[in-house]
């Protein structure tokens, strides 16, 4: 199959399909809302299934009841929903079973808006719910790399037996770009025996799988803990992903900016070069694991006077950034976070204001 041109919503749904998960659970919730409507028509057409759930929590719930029973599971909504399904999120992350979410974000905090922001970077790295958990967040800046990202996200869920978010503004889900599905993309389930409750005759075993996330025993509990650490210290040692961006220059200034908002940051870029006023950047792919060591061999270089944080929340992702630069270089912070998104003219001019205060 070749290019095709779809709406960032409904290439999403169709990922999903090509990357073989057939159970999808969901609550309509603009700027998503598309997802829905797309695989209600989508899964009977391939065998598959989309039931919508009478609330967010309700469906955090089903994907954890699908899920620990061994199947592929997905859902899809934006920021007031997914914190409705965080206490869901915890549980299933506290359980070991592997889920996709995916936010396409809109403005907040409460009800916000409904125009994309990307508010919800807290939210998806840093644990809505309760316990010590993490998710698996990567951060798509088109179409195609939203289609991608969710195929990936479902060997990546079965891999570590956790959770991924698919963290995407309202602009990622609304807009339409070509784009294909790539078929080594595609994978088969990897085999669930050892933990999922699929039933001791159809695994031919007399032990019983029991999926829980409750330890009564501080022991246990501490020991539990400390597993699921290991396990988040492994994705940041194998999973950190990003792009790098006109760095091969003695750059002013590195910016870190990821989703849309890196795209209007790479125009500016672009358009600063033919003034011959170099700027770099880092575009975080996986936002957990942070990027962190290419930031700070970035933000090192002899050229660079300052690093800007350019997102379109009131600098949620600054902390991450400061983390990683460690005081080698002054941190800013420049966005919006009702709606507008800044323009490439406007990124321009706080570049060069905040190069010239450094």
């Not at 990307?118 to 998806?124: E, L, P, T």
């Amino acid at each position: 199959m070749g290019k095709v041109l779809m709406k960032g919503n409904e290439a999403i749904g169709e990922a999903a399909i090509r990357a073989g998960c057939l159970n999808y659970f969901a609550y309509p919730i603009t700027p998503q809302s598309e997802v829905a409507e797309y695989l209600s028509r989508r899964m009977p057409e391939v065998g598959g299934m989309f039931l919508q759930g009478e609330s967010e929590v309700a469906v955090s719930y089903m994907l954890f009841g699908a899920s620990a029973c061994g199947e592929r599971v997905f859902t899809t909504s934006s920021s007031p929903g997914v914190s409705l399904m965080s206490e869901g999120l915890s549980y299933i992350s506290g359980a070991q079973c592997p889920a996709v979410f995916v936010n396409i974000m809109r403005g907040g905090p409460g009800l916000g808006g409904i125009l994309p922001s990307q508010g919800d970077y807290f939210q998806a790295t840093k644990g809505g719910g309760h316990g010590d958990y993490r998710l698996l967040v990567m951060a798509p800046a088109s179409v195609q790399e939203a289609v991608e990202m969710v195929m990936t996200a479902f060997p990546l869920a079965e891999k570590y037996r956790n959770p991924v978010m698919i963290l995407g503004d309202g602009l990622i889900g609304q807009m339409m770009e070509p784009v294909e599905f790539p078929d080594d993309l595609a994978s088969e389930p990897v085999n669930k025996d050892d933990w999922a409750t699929s039933g001791m005759d159809t695994r031919k075993s007399e032990n019983r799988n029991l999926v829980k996330s409750l330890y009564l025993s501080s022991e246990e509990l501490n020991k539990h803990n400390l597993h699921l650490k290991a396990k988040y210290d492994r994705m940041r040692r194998e999973e950190i992903r990003y792009e790098k961006y006109n760095i091969d220059c003695d750059y002013k200034a590195l910016i870190v900016s990821y989703g849309t908002m890196s795209r209007v940051c790479k125009t500016a870029i672009d358009n600063l070069k033919k003034e011959d006023f170099k700027v770099g950047m880092i575009r975080p792919q996986t936002l957990f694991p942070f990027p962190e060591k290419a930031v700070n061999e970035a933000a090192s270089k002899n050229s660079c006077k300052i690093v800007i944080s350019i997102e379109m929340s009131m600098g949620q992702m600054v902390e991450d950034v400061e983390r990683a630069v460690i005081g080698k270089r002054p941190v800013r912070w420049y966005g919006k976070c009702g709606g507008d998104v800044p323009t490439p003219e406007e990124v321009i001019d706080v570049i060069k204001s905040m190069v010239k205060e450094a």
